[in-house]
């Protein structure tokens, strides 16, 4: 599908709650894949826990990070741990 239609879809199902990122990194490594795709609608994953799912990708896993915001998230500790892991 295209992105419009990836977005098409993701419209049909709001977010609502936070989102526990490091839980599901950690569920996501236990599988071993080569790479993992994190889409996510913001970019809160406080610093002390960005340190504790850094430790998680040291095995060399790739994260991908697709952050759905407005606001610029090149920075954001989500953003700077994908690019730590070649994602």
Do not use: K, M, W, Y
Request: one cysteine or more.
């Amino acid at each position: 599908g295209t992105v419009e239609q990836v977005l098409e879809r993701l419209a049909d199902h709001p977010a609502s709650g936070g989102t526990d990122h490091l839980n599901a990194l950690r569920h996501a490594i236990q599988h071993r894949p080569e790479a993992v795709c994190l889409v996510t609608d913001a970019a809160d994953l406080p610093t002390a826990l960005a340190s504790e799912a850094e430790r998680l990708f040291r095995g060399g896993v790739r994260l991908h990070v697709v952050e759905l915001s407005r606001r610029g998230a090149a920075g954001s500790p989500l953003a700077r741990l994908a690019r730590r892991t070649g994602g």
